[in-house]
Nanobody, 113 residues
Framework: QVQLMESGGGLVQAGGSLRLSCTAS????????MGWYRQAPDKERELVAT???????NYADSVKGRFTISRDNAKSTVYLQMNSLKPEDTARYYC???????WGQGTQVTVSS
């Protein structure tokens, strides 16, 4: 089973930027259908951004124009560039491999006002 390892979270002021990374432990599995979700306290986990099986991207309305998902197949890594961060973006961000139904441990993002 592949392990997903996230990094890049932290504390940032509103308007700032962070880049999250998620690296799969094995290159045997395509990262084609990986993506990012987040969960804030007392809220359900929600989609942030993903790659679809058709190769396109899908974003939550709340992050469109501010977040960008990208990937480096050679490194088995998916990135989430987050710009113009808002306090409501505060959550634990999780990497997800759809084809393997596998989740990472998550990385905390906290945006101060």
């Amino acid at each position: 089973q592949v392990q997903l390892m996230e990094s890049g979270g932290g504390l940032v002021q509103a308007g700032g930027s962070l880049r999250l990374s998620c690296t799969a432990s094995s290159r045997l599995f395509s990262i084609r259908t990986m993506g990012w979700y987040r969960q804030a306290p007392d809220k359900e986990r929600e989609l942030v951004a993903t790659f679809t099986s058709g190769g396109s991207t899908n974003y939550a309305d709340s992050v469109k124009g501010r977040f960008t998902i990208s990937r480096d197949n050679a490194k088995s890594t998916v990135y989430l560039q987050m710009n113009s961060l808002k306090p409501e973006d505060t959550a634990r961000y999780y990497c997800y491999h759809a084809a393997l139904n596998s989740w990472g441990q998550g990385t905390q993002v906290t945006v101060s006002s």
